[in-house]
């Protein structure tokens, strides 16, 4: 009896699925993101450093940021995290909030409510006169 040449697989079908990618995995920089209907939220478990070392920022008005920085030249931040987010349209820029409390940073930026165009019609005079028309 013979048998096919062996040749070797690669590891990746050595081990099986399942303890190559756990279910309960996160990576290290995770942050969360929820949307509700008042504003959108981003929370990031961040232990072990202090609330000096972390900072949230707004970059050209379209991206949040989210890291730990040093407070003086001589020390290092208890763990290095950063993490870029692009904001979705329509939010309030002055509005966003932050709090660190038991090692979760809960960042909130809430949306900016614009309210629709209306005409109320007893402000519409009774004759209307075209003054530019479509070409």
Excluded at 7 to 36: A, D, G, K
Excluded at 80 to 107: C, M, N, Q, W
Aim: no cysteine; net charge negative; hydrophobic share 35%.
């Amino acid at each position: 009896m013979e048998f096919p040449p062996s040749y070797s697989l690669p590891w990746q079908y050595r081990i099986p699925s399942h303890l190559l990618f756990p279910y309960n995995f996160i990576p290290q920089n995770y942050v969360h993101w929820t949307e509700t209907p008042e504003s959108h939220i981003f929370s990031a478990d961040i232990p072990g450093v202090r609330k000096e070392e972390l900072r949230v920022e707004v970059e050209d008005s379209r991206y949040l940021i989210i890291r730990t920085q040093a407070v003086d030249e001589s020390t290092e931040p208890g763990r290095k995290f950063e993490r870029k987010f692009r904001l979705p349209g329509r939010v309030d820029l002055d509005g966003i909030s932050a709090g660190y409390e038991d090692g979760v940073l809960t960042v909130t930026v809430p949306r900016s409510i614009r309210r629709g165009f209306y005409i109320d019609p007893a402000d519409v005079p009774q004759n209307l006169e075209v003054l530019a028309r479509a070409a």
